[in-house]
C-alpha cells in the first residue's frame, strides 16, 4: 500500500496544493516554517483520520478559511482508493472512502497504518504515563479495530462510573449500578489488558535489535508493561476499592493507570539515560511498532520522518536510513531543511526518491 | 421582519418554537390557517388543546394513551406473557410499524447515564420488576440502543431481574440487510462475524 498523490485545500498554510509521492523514499524539503510538517500531517489525516501534530480539527483550517479539504489516492496491489477528508468549522467531520461516507470515523482507523517518528517523541520518555499509553493505544487501534472498538467502550464505561460517583452525595450507593459498571470494565479492562501484554512481549526482540543497529553499540534494552490488572482480576479489584472510590469520586484502579517502563541495561531510561540513549531508544521502539503493526495488518505502514536531522547524530541517522532502506519497510516520507544534506544521506539508497522542494 | 397585527406575529412566534420549523414556514402556516374557514381552524385548535389534555401515559406500559390502560395492553390478540423494553414512544412506534411483533412494551423513558444526570431512580424500571412478577412474564425483549448506555441498561436490568424466573433476550446487531459487506465499516462486520448464527436461524429471521 501507497499514498500516490494528495490533494491539500485550505489546511494550514495550504490554500490548494498537490503533490505526488514515491512509493520509495519522499524527501520534503524546505525552510522553516515553509509547510513540510503541515504536509505529514496532511497524509496522517487521510491515514488515520485525525491530526497527529495539531490536535483539535479547527486548529487546522487556513486562517480566515472556514473548511479544509484533503484528498489521496492510495494504491495497493494493483487497485486505487481514494480517500476524502472534509470538515467544516464547528460542524461534523466528514470521511470517505471510494465515495462512501463512513458512519463512524473509528471504523477508518488502520485502513491505511502509519507510524510518525518526529522530534517531539522525547516526551514519551520524560512526561507521565499518558503520553506512552496514548502511543500504544494509537498502534493497537491501528492492528486491529476491535482493540480500538474496546477502548472506546471501556473509557465511556469510566466516564459513566466516575460521574455516578461524583453525583453520589446526593443520594444513597445504587449497588447493582455499581456492579453493573464493574462488570463492564472487567469485561473491556481484560480484553484491552491482553492485547497490551501481548503488544510488549512481541515488540522486545524487534525493539532490542533496532537499538543495536541504531547505537552500534550493545546496550540491553527491555520494555515492561506494568498494570493493576497484573496481578488481579479487576472485578475483585473494582470491589476491593469500591470504598475509596466513593470516598476520591473517581475510579482509582484499572488499565487507564497502565504503563509502559523502558530500561537500558536494568536502569530506568528516564532517569539515567542520557538525551542521545533516550532519542535512540524512542526511535528504536517506533521502528519495533512499525513491525507490529506490519505483520498485523499484513501490509506495510507508511513511516513518517519529521526533522530527524535535528534529533539524531550523523552516525545514529545513517544507521536509522539503512535500517529503513531495507525490505522491512515501505513506503517513506522524510522532512529536512536541507536539500543537500538528504541527497547525500540517501545517496546509495536502494528505494525510489521523489524530491519535494517547498518555499 | 414586522408584522402589521400582533395577533399573528404571536401565532407566528408559537409555530416557530416547533422543532423542524423556520420562521418563514411558521408564516406560512399561520396565513394559511387565516384563510381557512373559522371553524375548520377551531377544529385544528381543538385537536391539540384535547391532545395535550387528555392524553395519558399507560399505567402498565407507560406508552402514550387514550385510557388509563392503553391499546396494546389491552389488546386481546396480543401476547400478555412477552414484553419489549424500549428506551421511548418513537421505538414503540418504530416497533409497531414493522407489524411482525405482538407481544406488550415497556417503556423505560430513557436509559442510564449519570452523566447526563440519568439514574435507575428517573426509569421506570420498579414498574417493570412488578409488572413482570405480577403478570407471570415469560420472556423480556431488551430492545435497547446498542451504546454504552444502552448496555448498561441492559445489564443493569438482568441484575434486577436475576431472582424472576424470565427469559431475557436482546436484538441481534449486525450488518444491516441489503447492505454491501465491502462497504460495512470494519466493526459492524467484526460484531456480525463474531456474533454468527446458525443458518436455519437465518433463514427463519429472512
Ligand atoms: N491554521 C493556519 N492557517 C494558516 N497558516 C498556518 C496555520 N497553521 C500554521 N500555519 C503556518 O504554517 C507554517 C508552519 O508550517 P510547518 O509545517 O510547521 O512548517 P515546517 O515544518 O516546514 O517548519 C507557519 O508559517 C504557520 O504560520
Ligand atoms: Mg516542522
Ligand atoms: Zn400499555
Same mark, same amino acid.
Given at each position: 500500500?501507497?499514498?500516490?498523490?494528495?490533494?491539500?485545500?485550505?489546511?494550514?498554510?495550504?490554500?490548494?496544493?498537490?503533490?505526488?509521492?514515491?512509493?520509495?523514499?519522499?524527501?520534503?524539503?524546505?525552510?522553516?516554517?515553509?509547510?513540510?510538517?503541515?504536509?505529514?500531517?496532511?497524509?496522517?489525516?487521510?491515514?488515520?483520520?485525525?491530526?497527529?501534530?495539531?490536535?483539535?480539527?479547527?486548529?487546522?483550517?487556513?486562517?480566515?478559511?472556514?473548511?479544509?479539504?484533503?484528498?489521496?489516492?492510495?494504491?495497493?496491489?494493483?487497485?486505487?482508493?481514494?480517500?476524502?477528508?472534509?470538515?467544516?468549522?464547528?460542524?461534523?467531520?466528514?470521511?470517505?472512502?471510494?465515495?462512501?461516507?463512513?458512519?463512524?470515523?473509528?471504523?477508518?482507523?488502520?485502513?491505511?497504518?502509519?507510524?510518525?517518528?518526529?522530534?517531539?517523541?522525547?516526551?514519551?520518555?520524560?512526561?507521565?504515563?499518558?503520553?506512552?499509553?496514548?502511543?500504544?493505544?494509537?498502534?493497537?487501534?491501528?492492528?486491529?479495530?476491535?482493540?480500538?472498538?474496546?477502548?472506546?467502550?471501556?473509557?465511556?464505561?469510566?466516564?459513566?462510573?466516575?460521574?455516578? /460517583?461524583?453525583?453520589?452525595?446526593?443520594?444513597?450507593?445504587?449497588?447493582?449500578?455499581?456492579?453493573?459498571?464493574?462488570?463492564?470494565?472487567?469485561?473491556?479492562?481484560?480484553?484491552?489488558?491482553?492485547?497490551?501484554?501481548?503488544?510488549?512481549?512481541?515488540?522486545?526482540?524487534?525493539?532490542?535489535?533496532?537499538?543495536?543497529?541504531?547505537?552500534?553499540?550493545?546496550?540491553?534494552?527491555?520494555?515492561?508493561?506494568?498494570?493493576?490488572?497484573?496481578?488481579?482480576?479487576?472485578?475483585?479489584?473494582?470491589?476491593?476499592?469500591?470504598?475509596?472510590?466513593?470516598?476520591?469520586?473517581?475510579?482509582?484502579?484499572?488499565?487507564?493507570?497502565?504503563?509502559?517502563?523502558?530500561?537500558?541495561?536494568?536502569?530506568?531510561?528516564?532517569?539515567?539515560?542520557?538525551?542521545?540513549?533516550?532519542?535512540?531508544?524512542?526511535?528504536?521502539?517506533?521502528?519495533?511498532?512499525?513491525?507490529?503493526?506490519?505483520?498485523?495488518?499484513?501490509?506495510?505502514?507508511?513511516?513518517?520522518?519529521?526533522?530527524?536531522?535535528?534529533? /539524531?547524530?550523523?552516525?545514529?541517522?545513517?544507521?536509522? /536510513?539503512?535500517?529503513?532502506?531495507?525490505?522491512?519497510?515501505?513506503?517513506?516520507?522524510?522532512?529536512?531543511?536541507?536539500?543537500?544534506?538528504?541527497?547525500?544521506?540517501?545517496?546509495?539508497?536502494?528505494?525510489?526518491?521523489?524530491?519535494?522542494?517547498?518555499? | 421582519?414586522?408584522?402589521?397585527?400582533?395577533?399573528?406575529?404571536?401565532?407566528?412566534?408559537?409555530?416557530?418554537?416547533?422543532?423542524?420549523?423556520?420562521?418563514?414556514?411558521?408564516?406560512?402556516?399561520?396565513?394559511?390557517?387565516?384563510?381557512?374557514?373559522?371553524?375548520?381552524?377551531?377544529?385544528?385548535?381543538?385537536?391539540?388543546?384535547?391532545?395535550?389534555?387528555?392524553?395519558?401515559?399507560?399505567?402498565?406500559?407507560?406508552?402514550?394513551?387514550?385510557?388509563?390502560?392503553?391499546?396494546?395492553?389491552?389488546?386481546?390478540?396480543?401476547?400478555?406473557?412477552?414484553?419489549?423494553?424500549?428506551?421511548?414512544?418513537?421505538?414503540?412506534?418504530?416497533?409497531?410499524?414493522?407489524?411482525?411483533?405482538?407481544?406488550?412494551?415497556?417503556?423505560?423513558?430513557?436509559?442510564?447515564?449519570?452523566?447526563?444526570?440519568?439514574?435507575?431512580?428517573?426509569?421506570?424500571?420498579?414498574?417493570?420488576?412488578?409488572?413482570?412478577?405480577?403478570?407471570?412474564?415469560?420472556?423480556?425483549?431488551?430492545?435497547?440502543?446498542?451504546?454504552?448506555?444502552?448496555?448498561?441498561?441492559?445489564?443493569?436490568?438482568?441484575?434486577?431481574?436475576?431472582?424472576?424466573?424470565?427469559?431475557?433476550?436482546?436484538?441481534?446487531?449486525?450488518?444491516?440487510?441489503?447492505?454491501?459487506?465491502?462497504?460495512?465499516?470494519?466493526?459492524?462486520?467484526?460484531?456480525?462475524?463474531?456474533?454468527?448464527?446458525?443458518?436455519?436461524?437465518?433463514?427463519?429471521?429472512?
Amino acid at each position: 500500500m501507497h499514498l500516490e498523490s494528495i490533494h491539500i485545500n485550505s489546511f494550514r498554510n495550504y490554500a490548494k496544493s498537490d503533490f505526488s509521492f514515491a512509493d520509495g523514499i519522499s524527501i520534503i524539503t524546505g525552510p522553516n516554517g515553509s509547510g513540510k510538517t503541515n504536509l505529514l500531517d496532511a497524509v496522517y489525516y487521510l491515514c488515520v483520520g485525525k491530526s497527529y501534530f495539531n490536535g483539535q480539527d479547527g486548529n487546522n483550517v487556513k486562517h480566515a478559511e472556514t473548511h479544509f479539504f484533503i484528498k489521496g489516492c492510495f494504491a495497493d496491489l494493483g487497485r486505487t482508493d481514494t480517500v476524502t477528508v472534509a470538515y467544516r468549522l464547528h460542524d461534523v467531520k466528514l470521511i470517505t472512502r471510494n465515495e462512501v461516507k463512513y458512519e463512524k470515523i473509528a471504523a477508518h482507523t488502520g485502513r491505511y497504518p502509519v507510524v510518525v517518528i518526529d522530534p517531539d517523541d522525547t516526551l514519551l520518555v520524560v512526561e507521565g504515563s499518558e503520553e506512552r499509553r496514548r502511543l500504544i493505544d494509537n498502534i493497537l487501534s491501528q492492528a486491529d479495530t476491535a482493540y480500538l472498538e474496546a477502548l472506546i467502550s471501556y473509557n465511556k464505561f469510566l466516564q459513566q462510573r466516575n460521574s455516578y /460517583l461524583k453525583q453520589r452525595y446526593s443520594q444513597t450507593t445504587d449497588h447493582v449500578l455499581m456492579d453493573t459498571f464493574d462488570a463492564q470494565l472487567h469485561r473491556y479492562g481484560h480484553q484491552l489488558h491482553d492485547y497490551r501484554l501481548n503488544l510488549i512481549q512481541a515488540i522486545e526482540p524487534d525493539f532490542n535489535s533496532y537499538y543495536e543497529l541504531l547505537s552500534g553499540g550493545r546496550e540491553r534494552t527491555t520494555i515492561a508493561y506494568q498494570s493493576d490488572l497484573a496481578q488481579a482480576d479487576l472485578l475483585q479489584l473494582l470491589k476491593g476499592s469500591r470504598d475509596k472510590d466513593m470516598e476520591y469520586q473517581r475510579t482509582t484502579l484499572g488499565i487507564h493507570r497502565d504503563d509502559y517502563i523502558i530500561s537500558l541495561n536494568g536502569k530506568l531510561l528516564k532517569k539515567a539515560g542520557s538525551q542521545g540513549q533516550k532519542k535512540t531508544a524512542i526511535v528504536a521502539l517506533k521502528l519495533a511498532l512499525y513491525q507490529f503493526v506490519r505483520r498485523n495488518k499484513q501490509m506495510m505502514p507508511l513511516l513518517l520522518l519529521d526533522d530527524i536531522f535535528d534529533k /539524531l547524530d550523523p552516525d545514529r541517522l545513517k544507521n536509522l /536510513l539503512r535500517c529503513i532502506d531495507g525490505d522491512a519497510f515501505g513506503q517513506i516520507m522524510i522532512t529536512d531543511t536541507e536539500p543537500g544534506r538528504m541527497l547525500q544521506a540517501l545517496e546509495t539508497s536502494r528505494k525510489k526518491l521523489h524530491y519535494i522542494y517547498l518555499t | 421582519m414586522n408584522f402589521p397585527s400582533k395577533l399573528i406575529e404571536d401565532a407566528v412566534s408559537e409555530f416557530e418554537k416547533l422543532p423542524g420549523i423556520g420562521h418563514k414556514t411558521a408564516l406560512r402556516l399561520v396565513l394559511h390557517l387565516l384563510k381557512q374557514q373559522p371553524q375548520q381552524a377551531q377544529q385544528f385548535v381543538d385537536a391539540i388543546s384535547r391532545m395535550r389534555r387528555e392524553v395519558q401515559y399507560c399505567r402498565e406500559c407507560h406508552n402514550i394513551s387514550d385510557a388509563d390502560l392503553c391499546a396494546i395492553c389491552s389488546g386481546s390478540k396480543r401476547n400478555h406473557k412477552l414484553v419489549c423494553v424500549v428506551e421511548n414512544i418513537r421505538d414503540v412506534i418504530a416497533i409497531e410499524s414493522t407489524q411482525q411483533y405482538f407481544g406488550l412494551y415497556h417503556v423505560l423513558g430513557g436509559v442510564i447515564s449519570p452523566l447526563e444526570g440519568i439514574g435507575p431512580e428517573k426509569l421506570q424500571i420498579d414498574s417493570l420488576t412488578r409488572r413482570i412478577e405480577a403478570n407471570g412474564i415469560e420472556e423480556v425483549i431488551m430492545a435497547l440502543n446498542p451504546t454504552v448506555e444502552g448496555d448498561t441498561t441492559i445489564y443493569y436490568l438482568s441484575k434486577k431481574m436475576e431472582h424472576l424466573p424470565v427469559k431475557i433476550t436482546t436484538l441481534s446487531r449486525g450488518v444491516a440487510f441489503g447492505a454491501e459487506l465491502e462497504y460495512t465499516d470494519d466493526m459492524t462486520l467484526a460484531r456480525s462475524i463474531s456474533s454468527r448464527l446458525p443458518y436455519e436461524n437465518y433463514l427463519v429471521q429472512r
